[in-house]
C-alpha cells in the first residue's frame, strides 16, 4: 500500500520497558493501514525521545509529551491523523481529550480511564469531537468471538440464560511489584490503575467479552474482591455473580493468583437450544452444542464458521492466527472508519470495535464491582 | 472370595426404572466384597418383589417395603450386615433409622436426606448405633481425587487461597419432569428431593469434593439459585460464591440447563506454590502446576501419582478406569471397615469413605444456599 | 442373579504376581454372569493353590496344574463350564486344547497363541469342539469402538481409503526384563511370547481394531521391527504400513520405547466420505467429522451415539467407563453365548467378542511383520 | 522504523488469486524489516501489474515478468535489496538464478524446485552468487518448534531412537482441481508441481521439521504413495519408513484426502531419556517428557522455555502466536542477514532459517519418495 493510502499515526505512551505498546505498533502493520510517524512514548521526555528514534520516528517528531505533540501535529500539513493511546490507564483521559479535541482520531488501550467521573468527562469529549474513539478490547477482534456473536445474533443458541466467563492468570501470585517489574509496578497502583486490580486490568475483558457476544446488559452484581498476596494494593482476585436484564445470570472470575493459568480467558455462554465455548488460549476454535446434538468444533474459516469470523481471518484453517491478529482486527477496522472519514464517506456499516461507551460501561463495572466488595458484597446496580 | 468372605448386603430403593441402584449393584462387586442377598427395591410392593426377583434374590428375602425387611433380615441368622439405600432423597432418613438401630450397616446415597432436621435426626441415629454409616459421594473414590487431597495434605499447594468448582449438566435444558421420565421427575419434586433442585442434586457433589480435597471449612456463601425453566418447582441452576474460614474463597456453579455438559463436574484449586486442576469426565488425570514451574499431567498410578491413589487403583496407567471404579472404591474402605467391625478389630486407618457428617455439612450447605438466595442473594453462614 | 444363573468359571494362570488375570475376574464380575470357582492358576503347583486360595476358590478345586484341572472339572457335577486362559502365550494352546476337547468354553486372552502352527492348531481343536472360543481382545469391547464399527458399517465414512492405528508404550524405554519385573521378563522372552515382541503384544491389538472396525483384510505388508534397547532379545518397536484388499491403506506404529505414552493406542480411518478418530486413553469419546462438516465429538451413550455402542452401556454419557467395563463387555457377550449353549438355544445374533479367527488372523499378521522386517522391510502377503 | 533501516523488498508472484504471497507480504511487515517496492505478481503481465498497483506498489516497479524486474532493478540506486519469489514451484528456479546472478537476495517458498535437477543447479547458483537464499520452510519459525530442537541438541531426549511425524489435510478429498480453484489445479499439475502431489506440497515439510528437529540425516526410506481420488495426477497421500544415520527410525504420513485435518502438522520424537511432542494447529505449546517423569506442558516463553523460542517470540505465555509470526520468525532471521551483508558485517551465528541445502535436501526426498513407490514400495537411498 502506497504511502499515501496509509494512515500516518502517532503514540502515546509505549517506550522503552512497556509492554503493549509494542503490540499497538504490531498490530498497526499487519494489515499495513498505517504508518507510525509520531510518538510522546514515555511519560520522561529523554525516553520518550530515544524510544521514538529508537523506532526510527524522524527526531523532530519524536516528542517530550503528548501535549507538545498534539498541538504540533495538529498544525503540521501531514500531522497524525490518528494517535494511539497506550499509557498506564490514569493518563488515558488526559491523552485522548488533547487529540480528540483538535480533530485527532484516537485508538485506546483499555480500560477506558481510571475512574469513572474521567470516563464520563471522555465520553463527553468524544460525543464533541468529530474524531473517532477506538477502545482496543482486543479479544473482540478474535475471529471465533466474532463467530459466537453472529450465532448468537442468529438466534442459534435461543433465549441466553447463562453466560460464565473467567480470565485467571498467575503472573501476580508473589509480590512482583516489589521487584521492580514495570508492568506489575503500576498496574497494582490505584494512582495510575485506578480503583480496580486485577478486576480493572483484566475482569474488564472479561465483562467486555460477555457483553459483546451476548448483547445482553447488566443490571446488577455482586462482588467479592481480594488481594491474596499481603500488602498488596489492589485486588487480585474478583469473583462476580451477574443479573442481566431478561433474566439471563452469569459468573465472572479474574485472577493473578491462580498458578498455571496465563492467560485463561474463556466464555461459555448457554441458551434454551444450545451453548459455545470459547478459549482465548485456544482462539481458532468454538465449541457448539446444538441442544441434542453433539458438540461441534468450528475452526476459524473452516465447516460452519460464518461471515463475521470470515471477515477477520487471512489464512486458511488449520493455519493459526492469534492474538496479534485479533489486535490488528481492531485496527484494521479502525482503519476503515478513519479512511471514510477521509474521504468524507459514511463509516462502513458493521464495524465492530469498541467504543467510548464500551469503555464507559466497562469503567462503570469495575466501579460496581469495588463498591459492592467495599460493602461486603452486596448485589449493586450498575451505574452508567 | 468365598461365600463367607462376602459382607451380607442388602438393599432399599433401586428396583426397574432406577439408575442409582445398578451402579451401586456393580461398585459392590467390582472389589469381590459384597453379596446382593435381601432387597426391598421399590416403595410399591409388588414392583419391589418383582425387582428383586430379576436380580436373582432368594424369593424369601425380596421384600415389599424396608420396615419388613429390616425387621426380619435382624432376626435372621445370615441377614443382611450391610444395607444400600438408594431411593430417593426423601426416604433417606426413615430408611436409614430402621436399619441403625438394628445394628445394620448403612451405605446411603446422598444428599443424607431432604431436609436439615431430618439430616440432624439421622446423625443423632447414626451417633446411638454401632453400625456404620457410610455416605456415597462417589466422586471422592476417583484416585486423582484422593491424588488431589494428598497432594494439599502435603502443603504442595502452599496455603490455599482458590478453590473453584462446578458441576454442569444439560439434561434438564427442557420440561423433562412432564414426559413421565422418572429421574427428571423425582428429582424436580420438592417433596421427594427437598428445597434444593440442582444445588442438591449435584451442587453438593461439587461443595463435597471441593471440602474433601482441601480440608476447609466453608464459613459463608451468597447464592443466587433459578430455575431457568418454566414452571419448574425447583432450581436448575446455582450461583454460590464461598468464603472459607482462614480466608480461603472460591466459587460453585452447578446446572442443569448448560447444554454440552453431561457430567462436568472439575475443581480447581490455586495456592501461593501451585495449583491443580480435574475434571470427572477425564477422571485419569490430574494437572499440577508447581508455581514457576511448567504444568504436569499427572496420571492415575502413573509417575507423580502417590500413595492414595495407588491404593485405589486396579490397573496400569493408561488404562482408564472410570465412574464405577471411583464408586467401588468407596464401597471397598466400607468393606474394609465392616469386615473389621465384624471380626471385632478395629476400623482400619486411613479409609477416606464420607460419612453422616459429611452428609449433615452438604444438607447445611444446601440450606445456606436456598436461604441466601430466597433473601435476594445475601452472605449467609453455614448453620451446622 | 441367583448361583443357578451365573456360569461356572475356571482360571488358567492369574496367579500371584500376574497381572491380567485380575483384570479378567474383575471383567466377569461386573455385569455379574459368573462365578469363579476352580483355578489353576500358576506353573508352580504351590503357587498355584496359594493363588486360588487367596482368591476364595474351595481348596479341594484349588489345582496344581490345568491338565488336572480340565480332567476333574470335566467329571464334576457341577464342573466349570467356561475357563479363563490368562497364562503367557505359549501356554494358551497346550491349556485351550484340553479344555475345548473335554467340552469346556475357553475365554482366552490374547495373542492367540506364540506361533503361527499352535494357532493353525488351535482353530482345528476349537473347529472341533461343541465349546465356544473367546478371545479377549478387549479393545473391540469400548462402546465407542463399536460406534466406529457401525458408522463405518453404514457407510457413514463411504468407501475407507486410510487406517493409521498406534499403540505406543513407554515401560520398556530401559531394560526392565533385567530387573526381574515378572511382566517385563516374559514379554521379551521368546520362548513366552513368541517370536513378535512390541508386535505381538500391542502391535496385535492395534491391527485387530483396524480390522474390527473397519471389516478390511489386509493383504501384504512391510514392516520394520527393532529392539532398541541393546540385548534385547524381541522387538520393541514395530514400523509397518499395510496394503488391504479392495485398495485402502494404512500404517500401524506399535512401540514400548516412546517414553509419555502409557497405552494410548489410537486409531483414524478416513473415508471418501468422513473420518473417525478415537483414542484409547480417553474412550469415551468419539471424533467424527462429515466431510465439509465440523468436526464432532460423540460420547458414549451421548447424542449421536447409536445402538452398538447403546447396548454395551452401563451408565449416562458423562460419566466414564473405562478399560474394565470394555473388558467386560467381552465376557458378558460371551455368557449370552454360554447360557444360550447351556439352554440349547441358538447363540443370539449380533455379538461381537472376537474368535478363534481372530486370533489366528492376529498371529498370522505377527508373524508376516516377522518375515517382512527378517527380510529387511519387504512387502509381505499375509498367509492364513 | 526509518526508511532507510528497512530492506528494499521485491515479490515474484503472489498476485490475485494466489495465497502464500499474501502470508509473504504480512510476514514480512510484522516486525517491520522490509518494505515492499516493487513486484511481477503475476505470469500474466496485466494481471502482474494490476495486483502490483493493488498493493500500492509504485507503477514504475511494478513489473510484467521477473527478468524485466531483475534486470531493471538490479541497475536502480535503491533496487530491491531482497526478493520474495511466491511463484508455483516449476518457476522457482528460473526466477532465483535471475535475482541471484544479479547479487539480489531471494527469499524462496518451498519445495524450493520442481524437480532434483533444477534443485541442483539452484545449489549451484547459490553458491556462486554473493547473495542469500532462505528457503521459507516456515514451520521451522516457530518457537516451540526451535525449544524442540534446543531440548534435542542440549540432549534432554537422550540418543533419538524414533521421529514419527505426519501432515494431513482434507482439502483435496474430491476432486477439487476440476472446479477452477487455483490452488488446487496447479498443486495437482506434474508441469508446475513436480512429481510430488502431496508428498511434495506437505510432506516436504514434515520431512524438513523432522531434520530440523533432530539433526538427523536420512539414509534410506520405503514410501507408498497414491492418489485416491479417481483420475487425480499426483499423489495425494504418502506413507513412509525412514531409517535414519546412526540408527534412529520413523514415520511420515502425509495426506491431502483425511476429512478432519486441516493442517494437522505433528511431529513426536522419542530418544532414550525422554519424549517430545508438538503440533502445528496448537503451536505455542510443546508437550515434554522425562523419562520416569509426568509430562510437562511447555508454553511458549512460558517457564521450562528456552532461549530459542524466547528469541523469536514477542508477547507473553497465554498470548497466542500462531503461523504468521512463525513465518515472520524466518523473514526476520533473513533481515538479520541482509542488514549484516549490506553493512558489510559478518551474518550473525545462531541464525536458523533453512537453506539452499535444505530445500535440496526436501527435493531430494521427494524424488527418492517416488522413485520408492514406483518400484512397489522397496528401501531406497536418499541421494543428493
Not at 224 to 239: T, Y
Amino acid at each position: 500500500m502506497g504511502n499515501n493510502r496509509r494512515i500516518r499515526l502517532g503514540m502515546v505512551g509505549g517506550g522503552r520497558d512497556a509492554f503493549i505498546g509494542g503490540v499497538h505498533r504490531i498490530a498497526s502493520r499487519i494489515d499495513d493501514h498505517y504508518q507510525l510517524v509520531a510518538g510522546a512514548l514515555s511519560s520522561t521526555p529523554e525516553k520518550a525521545i530515544a524510544s521514538a528514534i529508537d523506532l526510527g520516528i524522524d527526531e523532530d517528531r519524536a516528542y517530550g509529551d503528548f501535549l507538545a505533540m498534539a498541538k504540533r501535529e495538529a498544525r503540521l500539513k501531514n500531522g497524525v491523523e490518528a494517535v494511539a493511546i497506550v499509557t498506564p490507564n490514569h493518563m488515558h483521559y488526559p491523552a485522548a481529550r488533547e487529540f480528540l479535541k483538535r480533530g485527532i482520531h484516537v485508538i485506546c488501550d483499555k480500560p477506558l480511564t481510571s475512574s469513572l467521573a474521567d470516563a464520563k468527562k471522555l465520553v463527553k469529549a468524544a460525543g464533541k469531537s468529530n474524531a473517532l474513539f477506538v477502545l482496543t478490547h482486543n479479544y473482540t477482534g478474535y475471529p471465533m468471538v466474532r463467530q459466537a456473536r453472529e450465532m448468537i445474533g442468529n438466534g442459534e443458541l435461543g433465549e441466553i440464560r447463562l453466560v460464565q466467563v473467567e480470565y485467571p492468570q498467575d503472573w501476580l501470585s508473589e509480590k512482583l511489584e516489589d521487584t521492580e517489574q514495570k508492568q506489575a509496578e503500576w498496574r497494582t497502583d490505584p494512582a495510575r490503575s485506578g480503583i480496580g486490580g486485577c478486576i480493572g486490568d483484566i475482569g474488564t475483558h472479561a465483562y467486555n467479552l460477555a457483553t459483546f457476544t451476548t448483547g445482553l446488559e447488566l443490571e446488577t452484581l455482586c462482588a467479592d474482591l481480594h488481594a491474596f498476596v499481603d500488602g498488596r494494593r489492589l485486588d487480585d482476585n474478583a469473583h462476580v455473580m451477574m443479573r442481566f436484564k431478561g433474566g439471563a445470570k452469569g459468573m465472572l472470575w479474574s485472577s493473578q493468583v491462580a498458578p498455571g493459568n496465563e492467560n485463561a480467558l474463556r466464555i461459555r455462554i448457554y441458551g434454551a437450544r444450545g451453548g459455545i465455548e470459547w478459549a482465548q488460549e485456544d482462539p481458532n476454535y468454538l465449541w457448539h452444542t446444538p441442544a441434542g446434538e453433539p458438540k461441534r468444533l468450528i475452526t476459524r474459516s473452516g465447516a460452519g464458521s460464518g461471515e463475521l469470523a470470515g471477515g477477520v481471518s487471512r489464512i486458511p484453517p488449520g493455519h493459526p492466527e492469534g492474538y496479534l491478529e485479533g489486535f490488528a482486527n481492531i485496527y484494521t477496522e479502525a482503519a476503515k472508519a478513519i479512511l471514510a472519514k477521509r474521504n468524507g464517506e459514511a463509516v462502513p456499516e458493521g464495524l465492530l470495535m469498541p467504543d467510548v461507551n464500551d469503555g464507559l460501561n466497562g469503567v462503570a463495572f469495575v466501579s460496581a464491582c469495588v463498591n459492592s466488595s467495599n460493602r461486603g458484597g452486596v448485589w449493586t446496580k450498575l451505574a452508567i
